[in-house]
């Protein structure tokens, strides 16, 4: 009965999975049936549950005593059982002394280790053990035997002599055990005749016989085979030896100490190939990454994340980094084909923690941290240098405008020295020759000196000396803006262990970040489950349950421009005007709570009537975020080389946005006004692996094959109301009319069959293939489905017998190719033809055309080439590897303008998508590390990563050869991020004016086009007028020459300091936020300190043209004037931890534990300051939430 119900389950579990294998599937879009997977989902967890209730029948011991009373460690036993004793005194004092060193023994193999050569025995009675006397006990079992049994102690050390600690020494057949501590020193009981096992990761296990002696040292050789061991890949793990893709694999030791929000900013500098963004300050923001160059121009570049073997569609910041366990980087065709028509841009897959089968531990982690701006502002000009700035750009507007004014009197003018009206319109402006002007105190709207606006600057330009300012501590509005919480916590409680027959890793974490902004700060909340469980020695299953909640107040600088936003705000004001509101002698005028009132900037030239301090601290931007996944397996071992295995998982991701503007100042003024949005997305994954791996002789073949399901729902929601009625709630029932409601849902679902083998022979040759075939409805039926495949092959030179260079420890050459495909950010119904509802004529009702679609477009197709080496030299001293790769995309998407005929209009209204055009990424990657310093204190250790790519469109659509794109301009010979531009020329130095190059000579206007001649001898045409200037590749690029990381590890026995650095070599940045702030006059904006370097006089020598207010859009244009050097290096972190001695961690009980400090971007060295030269990878600067500097102190505690 009892096995009845046991394998009942599985039975039916197996029967299933065998039917569905066997049945002819028909190719339904989408493929999911929700039923189907809640019935599978339900009888998994079924299985789990009957699993694991077996795993937990049996007791298991741990104990460690050293020659104590057979009597004292009975009684521990009796109390870890559960079981009772029964003995008599007399016959437990006949028994000797004993030493053990159990980890979770079965209760007969502890109690047979006890009873080891003693004149007593057990029998078990139901729930009791009996100790009684050992029928024929020979002389040898009398107690004075007990000298048979010795105390061994030695040392653990590598080739080099340095010690090894934590190695793991065991007396061979037994149960007993012991580590080696920090010094590589252990100590063991045993018999004399006894073997014993010393085994360490990454070495090859050693047998010592003990023969008598007391004290054994143990040699350990470096296993190069197992260096970085297992290689996690696409459905599984392989070798290293035996894989032939290109892959990055990053331990949490990289990682485990640092302040990191999101696991991608984990990946910064952490391998060759990938090059990344430095993210945003914002508390839940995390780096954008892209592998190997750019994937697409229309679709997405960004890489696929798998989540413990599924792909994950929830948000990557959702992912407590503290539950990773590491990451793999997969690059190439090899690596990411079995991902198909997802696989492009490579993969990045994710393991999360396990249990393990020994002691059960305990881990907490808490780390607290203060949160500062980590880039500096631009230097701009102060206010007592802003105002004759000012004053120079208004007076020369009048002296070279179209109507001048002498210099004399324009100067007088801009100062305020002549007579004034009395009455009328322009009463209080100046009379000069009947026409009314203003000073530049009245154009600025403002004057916080303790002097009258006219006396402000004398007719030179010059400012009063006597001019004091009223409120110089309110005119920083950087300060004001940036004064949040600006501080971080983050805990994590953990629990894992496991049996002979289950594992489990359970964790809860919480992180509370108050972000530099004001009203920015996000509270996440973290929880996770892992089970593994194998009952019998065929079956295996798991369950892994994850679940996030975010509650984030968000900051408004999404808008870049906006006056909401409040970086955009700091930096443009000019430092002439207050956050708060002032009285005439420069004390604060009050509100009703007397406080001081907010400024609303009425008179202000810039942003009038917008503050965005007051603005942000009334406006709320409320996201909940709620991030439910689930991943489940269940496998099947029918033969050592054979198993089953499937996998379903779901993940689900809700948000729910509140926005509020509010109605006293800004957007949401005069009647305030409420937004909802809600969007949910639910994708299921469930797949069916047959595994077959067996290795004869000298022979080695692995394959396996597939079928996968993905499915993915999204559904969208919002609501905008205006007309607030009740202050305070901020409920859409609250205000009165509607301006907008939206609701959609959009699907997709991909049907796959998959599959790859791979041989080798005596570990030396190996060859590798794959194939996918995917179905994905984004596609016409038509052109639906698609192959991709890869093949891949390696030779492990080391192993060669001729191979004979004793320096070398491991060499191996391999190289990949293959064919992986790109839908990201594709329409889910690009295929097809859509009408806009909602459409009115007059009174009645009516649709038009929206969309034209496509039922030829497919995917972006990527085919990849890699070719690589790998090495380690001088006993692991030096190692690394050397790539080369080379990726063609074809069937670039673009949106191609249709002619009238198609539904076009002349204005080009419509377009369809079509698959029209080509690029390739292609260069090298380089990773060396070297164990510079290797003794028994100290070790010091460097590893540098170097990567080099260029990237080029080869084709562009038909009628579309040049397509210009912001600061660039798409066409083939060029890279997607090649700079199209204006050439600025200079400054004429006879009136000041800004000049580019011409793009025609008009010979009848001499006063903005001329021809000189340029220090070779030619001649260059150029214009002072931006719109006669010419557009052209000016040869920059956003793209680097080189870009990489360097990472110095140095320890002193317990002491660790870590250094992170970044950089990146070569490519320009267009900076337009320094652009902005070398205007040439516009009123209310600050300048950059740069701009004291003007044009001021006929004669001078100069780059900055003149300040003239009416030239601005002349002297500012977009041009190459503003590329600047890309090139930076980036102090990412430096961690110093130190582990305490195992000699402190008995007083609490702890097995390990470590404190830290560690520091997150520390310090960028760029070519100008206040420059985010690494925020887009467009080469770009924006006025956004700039990154962090992130100062923590923290503990890690093991029990």
Sequence with gaps: MKFRAYFSPIYHWARGIFRLLTAKTKVIMPAFRPRFFIKFATAILLIFSVSAHAALLGQKITITKRNAPLKEILKEIEKQSGYSFFFSDKDIRMGHNVSLAV??????????????????????????????????????????????????????????????????????????????????????????????????????????????????????KLNVNQLQEQVITAYGSVKKD???????????????????????????????????????????????????????????????????????????????????????????????????SRGANGVIVITTRKGNKYKPTLSFTANYGVVRRGLPEYDRVNAFQYVPLMWESYRNSMVYGDDPIPLEDASKIASGLYPRFTSGANAGKQNYNGTAYSDISQLLGMNP??????????????????????????????????????????????????????????????????????????????????????????????????????????????????????????????????????????????????????????????????????????????????????????????????????NFSADIQSNFQQNYDNKIIGDGSPAGRSTRYSDRTLSYTFNQLLYFDKKWNKHGVSAMAGHENYSLTYNYLSGNKQGQIVDGISELPNFSTINS????????????????????????????????????????????????????????IHREEFFNANFVDYLRLRASYGKIGNDGGISYYAYQSFYNLGRNNATEPGFVQGTLGNNQLTWESNNSFDLGVEFSFFKGRLSGLVDYFDRKTS???????????????????????????????????????????????????????????????????????????????????????????????????????????????????????????????????????VSNAKLMYVGESSIPKVYGSMQHQVSYKGLTLSVLLTYQLGGKVYDGSYASLMHAGTYGTIFSTDILKRWQKPGDITDVPRLDNKRISDFSAASDRWLTKASFMNINNITLSY??????????????????????????????????VNGEFSGTTSNSYTYNRIMTMGVNLNF
């Design 891 to 1025: 069937g670039l998407i673009f949106d191609v303008p249709q002619p009238l005929s198609n539904g076009g209009t002349t204005s080009g209204e419509f377009s369809i998508s079509q698959n029209v055009g080509n690029m390739y990424n292609r260069g090298v990657e380089l990773q060396l590390t070297g164990e510079v310093v290797k003794t028994n204190d100290i070790n010091y250790s460097i590893t540098l990563n170097a990567t080099t790519f260029k990237n080029e469109i080869t084709k562009m659509p038909v009628g579309q050869e040049k397509i210009i794109n912001g600061t660039k301009q798409l066409s083939a010979g060029h890279s997607i991020y090649d700079y199209y531009l204006r050439h600025y020329y200079g400054v004429d130095p006879d009136n000041g004016d800004a000049l580019y190059i011409a793009e025609t000579y008009d010979p009848d206007d001499p006063g903005t086009t001329k021809i000189i001649t340029n220090k070779n001898g030619g001649q260059d045409t150029v214009t002072s007028s």
């Design 741 to 796: 409601t939206t609701s959609y849902q959009d699907s997709k679902a991909i049907e796959s069959y998959l599959g790859k083998v791979s041989y080798d022979y005596d570990g030396k040759y190996i060859v590798t293939g794959s194939i996918r075939r995917d179905g994905n409805s984004k596609f016409s039926p038509d052109v639906r489905w698609a192959t991709f495949w890869s093949l891949g092959g390696a030779w492990n």
């Design 242 to 340: 035996l894989y032939t893709g290109a892959a990055a694999q990053v331990n949490r030791d990289f990682f485990d100490k640092r302040p990191l929000n999101s696991i991608a900013n984990a990946l910064v500098g952490a391998a060759p190939g990938i090059q990344t963004t430095l993210s945003g300050g914002a508390p839940n923001s995390g780096a954008a990454i892209r592998l190997r160059g750019f994937g697409s121009i229309s679709a997405s570049s960004s890489p696929l994340y798998v989540v413990d073997g599924v792909p994950y569609d929830g948000s990557i910041s959702s992912l407590d980094p503290a539950d990773i366990e590491n990451i793999s980087v997969l690059k190439d065709a090899t690596s990411a084909a079995l991902y198909g």
């Design 103 to 220: 980890k979770n023994g079965d209760l007969r193999d502890v109690l047979n280790q006890c009873f080891e050569g003693q004149t007593l025995t057990y029998e078990i009675v139901n729930n009791t053990v009996v100790v009684k006397q050992r029928a024929n006990a020979s002389p040898e079992m009398m107690p004075s035997s007990a000298a048979a049994r010795i105390k061994v102690s030695g040392k653990v050390v590598d080739e080099t002599g340095q010690a090894l600690p934590g190695a793991t020494v065991v007396v061979k057949g037994s149960n007993v055990a012991t580590v080696t501590d920090e010094n590589g020193n252990y100590s063991i009981d045993c018999k004399p005749t006894d073997i014993l096992v010393v085994s360490f990761i990454g070495y090859k296990t050693a047998e010592a016989a003990v023969e008598g002696k007391n004290t054994l040292n143990v040699i350990l």
């Design 1139 to 1172: 582990d305490l001695p195992a000699r402190w961690l008995s007083r609490i009980n702890a097995t390990r534990a470590s404190i830290y400090v560690s520091g997150e971007n520390l310090h960028m060295f760029s070519a100008r300051k206040g420059m985010n």
């Design 449 to 646: 000196f303790n002097v009258p606006g006219d006396q402000l600057v004398d007719e030179n330009g010059m400012m009063n000396p006597n001019a004091r300012l009223l409120y110089p501590e309110d005119l920083n509005w950087s300060d004001a803006a940036e004064n949040g919480g600006r501080s971080r916590q983050n805990y994590q409680l953990a629990y894992s262990g496991g049996s002979d027959k289950s594992t489990y890793y359970g964790s809860f974490g919480y992180t509370d970040m108050k972000g530099y902004l004001i009203s920015s700060n996000m509270k996440r909340f973290n929880g996770r489950v892992n089970l593994d469980v194998t009952p019998t020695t065929w079956f295996k299953t798991g369950l892994n349950v994850a679940g996030t909640y975010v509650k984030e107040n968000e900051d408004n600088s999404s808008s870049n421009t906006g006056y909401v936003n409040p970086f955009y705000f700091s930096r443009y004001i000019a430092p002439i005007y207050p956050v708060h509101a002032h009285n005439d002698d420069g004390t604060y005028v009050l509100d009703v709570n007397g406080k001081p009132a907010y400024d609303l900037g009425e008179d202000r030239p810039f942003a009038t009537g917008r503050n965005a301090v007051y603005e942000n601290l009334l406006n709320a931007r409320i996201q909940n975020r709620t991030f439910l996944s689930g991943r489940t397996f269940g496998e099947v071992t029918f033969a050592p080389f054979l198993k089953l295995r499937t």
